[in-house]
C-alpha cells in the first residue's frame, strides 16, 4: 500500500437517489478515512443502495459520490483503487476459484505471473480447494472467492456489501481479522450489514441508515453520550449499596435506582451532572464504589434507539 | 470507566490509526486508467466458456443444422427439378428467414443477457475496463459462433444440393448468411443491454417486422436486416441468383448492414457505460 | 373466552406456553382434491387470473383474436343480408386453419408460465410432498392448458355456429345445417388444442426460463413448418420420406380438420403430399398422446 501517492478519499454529498416515487437515499453527507465503516440499518433502509452509489454501480439522482475527488459513476478508471464485493451470490459457476480471480487480475491489468492470484486466494483461504467450480462451492466458499477476486489487485478501498452472509463462525472471525489488518494498512473499507455484533467488533465508525437517511454517524459510544435525550444506566458495584441510593433519591439528576442481586441500576437524564455528582456523594456517605459500568452502551441499543426515533 | 461491552478483537493500543509496518508493494504495471485491447481475450475466454459451455449451445446447433437435413432429405429421398431452385427456395425461406435469424437471437441475447440477469455482470462492470470491449467481446463471440454454425450450415447444404455446379450461387448465399448473422447478433446484444426483455422483443422484430411488414410494405424493406442479407447474397451470386434477385443492389445492402452492426455496437457500448444495478440485481 | 393455549412448561410462580405449531389430525381432502385444485388454479393462471393485470394481456388479446374472424365471418354475412346469408367467408371447416398462427401464439405464451416458474423456483418439492404424484401434476398441467386453448377456440366457432342458424330461412333448417357441425367441431378442436399443447409443454418442461422455452416452442413451430414446406412443396419426395409431410403442425390440423369436416383442406402441405388427410387427423392424436407421456416422464425423473 506504501505506493499510494494519496491516501483514499471517498465522499459522499447530499446525496439522494429515487425510482420514481421510492425515495431510497434521502441526502446523505459521510466521508469516509482509512479503517473500518460499518454501515447499519434496517432491511430496505437504503444499504445496499448507498453501497453500490459508492461502488459507482448507481447514479445519483441528486448529490455526489467521488473517490480521490472524482465522481464515481460512469467511470471506469475508480476501480483500480476500489474492490467490490456484492451481495448477490451469483458467480460465474463454470470457472473455478482459481479462474474467476484470475479473470478478476486479468480485467485490473495486473500482470501474469506476480503471484497476485495465488495470494488472494491464500488470503480467503480457498488455496486448497481453488481448482473446483464455483458451481460446486458453498455460499461462504463463493463469498471467500468473490472477496479474494476483490482484494487481487490491492485495493485502497474496499466496499463490501454484507460480506459475512453464509459464513460460519470460523470463517466470520477469519473475515473480521482479515478486515482488520487490510484497515491497518491504511485502506478506507466499507461494509454494510443487519448484525450488530459483527459490526460492534471490527468497524472504528458506524453509519446508521434509517429510512434512506443517515441517522448517526461516528463511534458507536460517542453516539451513545450525544443521545442526551434519553436516560443513561449505569451498574454500581459498591460497599453500599442502600446507604448509596439513599443519597441518590433525593437527586433530581437520577430518574430511576434499582435494587437487583448485589447490583445497583441507576438511570439519569443528566449524564454530565451525575457523573460529576456521584463521587461526592459516595464519600459523602462512606460508600466505596468497586465498579461503575454503563449499562445500555452497546451497539444494539444505540441502534435501538435511534431505529425508533 | 471500563466498557461494559466484550473485549473486541481490536488493536490493543487505542486510538488509531495503529502503528503497523505496512507490507512490501506489489510491483503494478504502469498503465493507462481504463484499460484496452488488453481484456479482450479475458472477456472473449469467458464468454466462450459461458455461451458456448452448455446444454443450451446443442440446441441452437441442432437449429442450424436443420437446413443440412433438409437437403440430405432431398438429395436422398426426392425426384428433384432444378435443384439450384431449390436451392434458392431453401435459403429464401427456411435459412435466411427462420433459421438464420433465430440462431442469432439465441446467441445474441444470450451473450450478455444471462449475465445481467443472475447479477454476474457486474463482476465485469466493477472492473477498470471499456465498456466498448465489453460489448466487442460479446458480440465476437456470438458473432463467430452464429457465422461458424450457419456458415458450415448453409455450405454443407448447398453442396449437397448443387455439389460445385453453381459456386456464384454457394458463395452468395454464405456471403449472405456470414453478413446477416453479424449483424442480427449485434443487434441482438445491444437489444439486450437495452432491455431485459431481449429474446421477446428480438422475436417480434423477426416475426413481426421482418416477417409481415417489411414484406408486404417495400418502402420499409430498407429497414430489414434479412434484406441487406438477401441483396448480398443475390449480389454476389449474379447471373446463378435468379430468384433471389431484390431491387436492393449489392452495395446498399452491404453498407446499411455495416451501418446497423457499427450502431448497434454504438448504443450498447453507451448503454452500458450507464448501466445501473441496484441491489435487486 | 378461549380456551388458554397450551402450557409448555409451569410451576406455581411462573408458566411458559406454547404458542407454537400444533399438529392436525382431522380429516384431509386427499388426492382428488389436490388435483383439481392444481387444474383449475393451472387454468385460471393460463388466462393470468390471479396473477395481476400484466399477465391477462397475452391470453386475453390472443383470445380477442381468434374471436375476430369469426365475428367478422358471421358479420359480414349478416350485412350481406338474407340473400347472400349462406356466403360466409370463415366456415367452420377451414376457422382452425385460419387461426392456426394465434393457436401457436398461445401455446408459446402460457406453456412456459405454466411450467418454467414452478421449476425456477424450487417449488416442485412443496408439491411432491403433498398428497399430489408427479404423474398427477403432469396430467393437471397438461388438462390446464389444453382446457383453456379449447376454450379460446370453442367460443368462436360457437358465434360460427350461431352465425350458421341464424342466416339460415328458419330455425329448423338453421338447426339441421349445425347441429352435425357440433360433433367435428368438439373433436378437433380438443384434438387440435392437445396436440399444440402437448408440444410446448414438452418444451416448456425442458427449459425452465420462460423467455427462452417461448422463444423455442416458437422456433419449433417455425422450423418445423418452414422445412417440410420446401421439403414437401418444392421437392418431389419418394416414400417414405413424402412421410416428412407429418412433421409439419399446420398440416396436421389442417388434415384434422378436413378428415373430420370433409371437403377440402387448405394447407399446401397436405395437398402437395398426397397423403391422405385421415393420416395426419391419426398423426395429431399420435403426438397428443406421445407428448403427454413424454410430459409425465419428465415429470417422474425431475429433481425435486
Known amino acids: 500500500m506504501s505506493q499510494l501517492a494519496a491516501p483514499p478519499s471517498v465522499e459522499v454529498s447530499a446525496v439522494a437517489k429515487w425510482y420514481g416515487n421510492v425515495v431510497a437515499v434521502n441526502d446523505i453527507t459521510f466521508s469516509l478515512e482509512p479503517g473500518v465503516t460499518g454501515l447499519l440499518g434496517p432491511n430496505g433502509a437504503g444499504k445496499s443502495t448507498l453501497l453500490h452509489l459508492v461502488a459507482g454501480l448507481l447514479r445519483p439522482s441528486a448529490g455526489t459520490v467521488s473517490v480521490d475527488g472524482r465522481p464515481t459513476f460512469g467511470d471506469p478508471a475508480v476501480y483500480r483503487r476500489v474492490g467490490l464485493v456484492p451481495e448477490r451470490e451469483a458467480v460465474f459457476p463454470y470457472l473455478t476459484a482459481r479462474e474467476f480471480v484470475r479473470l478478476s487480475a486479468q480485467l485490473q491489468g495486473l500482470p501474469i505471473g506476480t503471484g497476485a492470484v495465488d495470494r488472494a486466494l491464500g488470503t480467503v483461504e480457498l488455496a486448497a480447494a481453488a481448482d473446483r467450480e464455483l458451481a460446486t462451492y458453498s455460499k461462504g466458499m463463493r463469498q471467500r472467492a468473490k472477496v479474494a477476486a476483490a482484494l487481487v489487485h490491492d485495493p485502497a478501498i474496499l466496499v463490501l456489501d454484507e460480506p459475512f452472509n453464509g459464513m460460519d463462525p470460523r470463517q466470520r472471525l477469519h473475515m473480521m481479522s482479515l478486515l482488520r489488518t487490510l484497515a491497518n494498512e491504511g485502506r478506507v473499507i466499507l461494509f454494510s450489514s443487519h448484525i450488530l455484533e459483527e459490526v460492534e467488533r471490527v468497524a472504528e465508525r458506524v453509519l446508521v441508515v434509517v429510512s434512506g437517511r443517515l441517522a448517526a454517524s461516528g463511534d458507536f459510544r460517542e453516539i451513545r453520550r450525544l443521545m442526551t435525550d434519553r436516560p443513561h444506566s449505569f451498574t454500581l458495584r459498591t460497599s453500599d449499596d442502600r446507604a448509596l441510593a439513599g443519597r441518590l433519591a433525593g437527586r433530581p439528576t437520577v430518574s430511576g435506582l434499582t435494587f437487583e442481586d448485589g447490583r445497583l441500576d441507576v438511570r439519569t437524564a443528566d449524564f454530565a451532572t451525575f457523573t460529576r455528582e456521584l463521587p461526592v456523594m459516595a464519600r459523602d456517605a462512606g460508600v466505596s464504589i468497586f465498579e461503575l459500568a454503563p449499562a445500555d452502551e452497546s451497539l444494539e441499543s444505540v441502534f435501538d434507539y435511534l431505529v425508533r426515533r | 470507566m471500563t466498557s461494559g461491552a466484550p473485549p473486541s478483537r481490536r488493536d490493543p493500543v487505542p486510538g488509531w490509526p495503529a502503528a503497523a509496518p505496512s507490507p512490501p508493494p506489489i510491483p503494478r504495471r504502469p498503465s493507462a486508467p481504463v484499460l484496452g485491447a488488453s481484456v479482450l481475450g479475458p472477456l472473449v475466454d469467458v464468454t466462450m466458456r459461458g455461451l458456448l459451455g452448455r446444454r443450451r449451445i446443442l440446441l441452437v446447433g441442432l437449429l442450424a443444422l436443420a437446413p443440412v437435413g433438409v437437403a440430405a432429405i432431398l438429395v436422398v429421398g426426392g425426384g428433384l427439378g432444378t435443384t439450384a431452385q431449390i436451392t434458392r427456395q431453401l435459403y429464401d425461406s427456411l435459412v435466411m428467414t427462420t433459421v438464420v435469424p433465430l440462431v442469432a437471437l439465441i446467441l445474441g441475447t444470450t451473450a450478455i443477457g444471462a449475465e445481467i440477469d443472475d447479477g454476474t455482470v457486474v463482476h465485469l462492470l466493477a472492473k477498470p475496463v471499456g465498456r466498448g470491449w465489453i460489448i466487442l467481446a460479446k458480440m465476437l463471440v456470438a458473432g463467430t459462433a452464429g457465422v461458424m454454425l450457419c456458415g458450415t450450415s448453409i455450405l454443407l447444404a448447398g453442396l449437397l444440393l448443387v455439389r460445385l455446379d453453381s459456386p456464384g450461387l454457394l458463395l452468395g448465399m454464405l456471403a449472405g448468411v456470414v453478413l446477416s448473422v453479424i449483424a442480427y447478433t449485434a443487434v441482438f446484444v445491444t437489444l439486450s443491454v437495452w432491455t431485459g426483455r431481449a429474446l421477446i422483443a428480438g422475436l417480434a422484430y423477426v416475426l413481426l417486422w421482418e416477417g409481415l411488414v417489411a414484406s408486404f410494405f417495400s418502402g420499409t424493406r430498407l429497414l430489414s436486416i434479412r434484406e441487406y442479407g438477401l441483396a448480398v447474397a443475390a449480389g454476389i451470386a449474379g447471373p446463378e441468383a435468379g430468384t433471389l434477385a431484390r431491387d436492393v443492389p449489392l452495395v446498399t445492402g452491404l453498407v446499411l448492414a455495416v451501418v446497423v452492426t457499427v450502431v448497434a455496437f454504438w448504443l450498447g457500448a453507451r448503454r452500458l457505460a450507464r448501466f445501473e444495478i441496484s441491489d435487486a440485481g | ?304
Open chain 3, 1 to 304: 373466552m378461549a380456551t388458554p393455549p397450551d402450557l409448555l412448561a409451569g410451576s406455581a410462580t411462573g408458566s411458559i406456553f406454547d404458542l407454537g405449531y400444533h399438529g392436525y389430525d382431522g380429516p384431509r381432502l386427499g388426492r382428488r382434491h389436490a388435483i383439481a385444485t392444481l387444474f383449475t388454479q393451472s387454468l385460471k393462471w393460463t388466462f393470468g387470473i390471479g396473477r395481476g393485470g400484466r399477465a391477462k394481456i397475452a391470453p386475453f388479446a390472443l383470445a380477442a383474436l381468434t374471436l375476430l374472424p369469426a365475428v367478422i365471418g358471421v358479420g359480414i354475412q349478416a350485412l350481406a343480408g338474407p340473400a347472400a346469408a349462406k356466403v360466409n367467408p370463415v366456415t367452420p371447416h377451414q376457422y382452425l386453419t385460419v387461426v392456426q398462427t394465434f393457436i401457436a401464439f398461445f401455446v408459446t405464451a402460457q406453456a412456459p408460465e405454466l411450467l418454467g416458474r414452478d421449476q425456477r423456483h424450487h417449488v416442485l418439492t412443496l408439491y411432491f410432498s403433498r398428497a399430489l404424484e408427479r404423474t398427477d401434476y403432469a396430467l393437471a398441467k397438461y388438462g390446464a392448458l389444453v382446457s383453456a386453448l379449447a376454450l379460446v377456440l370453442f367460443v368462436p366457432q360457437l358465434i360460427l355456429l350461431l352465425g350458421i342458424i341464424f342466416a339460415s330461412i328458419d330455425l329448423g333448417t338453421g338447426l339441421g345445417e349445425a347441429l352435425p357441425l357440433v360433433w367435428p367441431i368438439l373433436v378437433s378442436t380438443i384434438v387440435a388444442a392437445a396436440f399444440f399443447s402437448g408440444v410446448g409443454l414438452v418444451i416448456a418442461a425442458f427449459i425452465p426460463r420462460r423467455a427462452f422455452a417461448a422463444g423455442a416452442i416458437v422456433a419449433t413451430f417455425l422450423v418445423l413448418s418452414g422445412v417440410v414446406q420446401v421439403l414437401v412443396v418444392q421437392g418431389r419426395l419418394r416414400d417414405p420420406f413424402r412421410y416428412v409431410a407429418l412433421l409439419d403442425p399446420y398440416a396436421l390440423l389442417d388434415g384434422l380438420a378436413t378428415t373430420m369436416f370433409g371437403g377440402v383442406g387448405g394447407n399446401v402441405t397436405v395437398t402437395r403430399s398426397g397423403i391422405d388427410p385421415v393420416v395426419f387427423a391419426a398423426g395429431a392424436c399420435v403426438v397428443a398422446v406421445v407428448t403427454l407421456v413424454m410430459l409425465i416422464v419428465r415429470y417422474r425423473r425431475i429433481e425435486a
